[in-house]
């Protein structure tokens, strides 16, 4: 790879890391990094901050695709996906990011079809999202509520700066900026959501408890039949940096524990393997199955 960049310290570690990489036989990650710095006595910072990471893991994700695809685990699979695709706009590498129809979105095709047929299956007047971003996943669900023919998303974000489309007037999008822990923001939900169907997909802050507070705050609206979806649980079981690993699994968990109003659908997204948000579509018992 070129380095064309960067000091010549920034050079020499970013090529060592590669033969790190190389050696061991493992991709670029957390725990790689952690052991590379470790083990050649180089300062994290260093390495966090070097202008070729981008490049690397870009490599080693070619790598990791063209070689190994045969031999991979379900397991090397989701870290991959999560490193290279999922959280590509972090590494730099926004290529690599999945998007719909030109829109970066920061789920995994398996989910997205997994969405889709939940929707169809439970019609939702609200698509309510918690944590939008760049706004890829709205405009995801407002195209599949357009081919069912019904519904609108409602998207919450602490911060709407990073949304990167604007919205049609009379559309099926509606954004409200705020802290989803607020009451501010729950009572507008509140008056919007009110009597109606709603799907709700949680996937703003994942600390546990913020999870927790959003899924006693707004698990209040899904319908019997209708689902609360607790995204990235995935993390809480592989260690995946930097999303909490006490996070939205445990708050899953903590709330089914307190309340028996919902149960795990394991047959919706965990029939293709690849979820990664396994122990999170929770549906409200009753209505129909
Ligand atoms: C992972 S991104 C959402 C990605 C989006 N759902 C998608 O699939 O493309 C998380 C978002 O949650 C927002 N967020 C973090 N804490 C929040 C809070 N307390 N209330 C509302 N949004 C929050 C962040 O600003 C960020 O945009």
């Known amino acids: 790879m070129k380095f064309d960049e960067g000091t010549a310290t920034d050079h020499a570690i970013a090529k060592a890391y590669v033969a790190f990489l190389v050696k061991r036989r493992c991709d670029d990650s957390h725990a790689a990094r952690a052991e590379f710095c470790v083990a050649e006595d180089v300062a994290p910072k260093l390495l966090y901050s070097n202008p070729h990471i981008a490049g690397i893991a870009s ?119 705020g802290d989803s ?44 039949g209708g689902y609360y979806v607790v995204e990235d649980t995935l993390n809480d079981l592989m260690g995946f940096h930097p999303v909490p690993n006490e996070g939205p699994l445990a708050a899953a968990r903590a709330f089914l524990a307190e309340n028996d109003g919902f149960e795990i659908d394991r047959r919706l997204p965990e029939k293709y393997l690849m979820s990664l948000s396994p122990e999170g579509f929770l549906r409200r018992k009753g209505g129909k199955a």
């Not at 031999?71 to 990011?97: D, F, N, S, W």
């Not at 309510?128 to 195209?143: I, K, Q, R, T």
């Not at 009572?187 to 802050?205: H, P, Q, T, Y």
């Open 59 to 177: 490599l080693f994700a070619a790598q990791t695709n063209v070689e190994r695809v045969a031999e991979m685990t379900v397991r090397e699979y989701l870290r991959y996906h999560y490193y290279y695709i999922h959280q590509a706009y972090k590494y730099g590498i926004p290529e690599m990011q999945q998007t719909w129809r030109g829109h970066h979105i920061i789920k995994s095709p398996a989910d997205c079809w997994a969405y889709q047929e939940l929707i169809f299956a439970t019609k939702p007047d609200i698509v309510l999202e918690l944590g939008v971003m760049f706004g890829g996943a709205s405009v995801f669900f407002a195209d599949i509520l357009e081919l069912v023919g019904h519904g609108e998303v409602l998207g919450i974000d602490i911060s709407l700066a990073n949304l990167r489309h604007k919205p049609k007037k009379g559309g099926r999008i509606t954004y409200l900026e």
């Open 181 to 224: 822990g607020s009451q501010k923001i729950l009572d507008e939900v509140d008056r919007r959501c009110r009597g109606k169907n709603v799907l709700v997909i949680a996937d703003s802050d994942h600390e546990k408890e913020h999870v927790l507070k959003e899924i006693r705050l707004y698990s209040r609206f899904v319908k019997p």
